[in-house]
């Protein structure tokens, strides 16, 4: 069965203080993996998309990073307003030609100044 | 620009109400979706439409029932919900085909009371 992990459930960081979130996969044919992220009450605001592994997208403090069996969302030096639940999202190898995202269940990031 | 508008923001709607929920989108995209979404859990698909046809009902209750009236257009028409369906009801779009990025709405806030 298609699963997508994230971990850690929370993280609490300092304003400055780096980390990495991790979203593991198990699925049967990687198309595309993306990242969100929510604010609360709010829509997901989409970030990235890879594709193969190797691949690195990057946005401001933002870094994502890809393997086969896992994506790593690098946060440098993180803001106050870095803080809000990030979420990790496959497609998989489905046929047709509309794309299912398969969700993880995110991590809720809170950056303290 | 990458915009997905939804109407009412908020809506209060008792068990005998009908009521309909929409969502706009002008980026030119065919394939259209809704989502659920309840606290601290990640969005779970609904319906998707792929040039204005249903291709995707994930086994949904028929007090939801899903319109595409024209391609930057998708409704969700609501009847005798519970109070269990309270939550937040988000739109997507992006190109059809798969390998594309969802673009969400802010969402509507359904109470069921």
């Known amino acids: 069965e298609d699963q997508v992990t994230q971990s850690p459930e929370a993280l609490r960081l300092q304003e400055g203080e780096s980390s990495s979130l991790n979203c593991s996969y198990t699925v049967s044919g990687l198309r595309g993996l993306f990242w969100y992220r929510q604010d609360p009450g709010k829509g997901p605001e989409f970030l990235f998309t890879?594709?193969?592994a190797g691949e690195e997208k990057e946005k401001e403090r933002l870094k994502a990073t890809l393997t086969k069996k896992e994506s790593f969302l690098h946060i440098t030096a993180p803001k106050p307003e870095d803080s809000a639940t990030y979420l990790c999202?496959?497609?998989?190898?489905?046929?047709?030609?509309?794309?299912?995202?398969?969700f993880g269940t995110g991590t809720l990031l809170a950056v303290q100044p | 620009d990458t915009e997905v508008t939804q109407t009412p923001k908020h809506l209060v709607m008792g068990m005998t109400n009908k009521k309909s929920l929409k969502c706009e989108q002008h980026?030119?995209?065919?394939?259209m979706y809704w989502y659920k979404q309840k606290a601290k859990k990640p969005p779970e698909l609904m319906f998707v439409y792929s040039y204005e046809k249903l291709s995707i009902n994930e086994s949904v209750p028929s007090r939801f029932s899903p319109e595409c009236p024209n391609s930057s257009l998708l409704n969700l028409h609501l009847h005798a919900l519970q109070p269990e369906d309270s939550a937040l009801y988000l739109c997507?779009?992006?190109?059809?085909?798969?390998?594309?990025?969802?673009?969400f709405g802010p969402g509507t806030r359904l109470t069921v009371t």
């Open positions: 890879l594709y193969s």
């Open positions: 999202a496959v497609q998989a190898g489905y046929g047709g030609a509309t794309n299912k995202l398969i």
């Open positions: 980026m030119g995209h065919r394939a």
């Open positions: 997507a779009s992006s190109s059809p085909g798969g390998l594309y990025e969802q673009y």
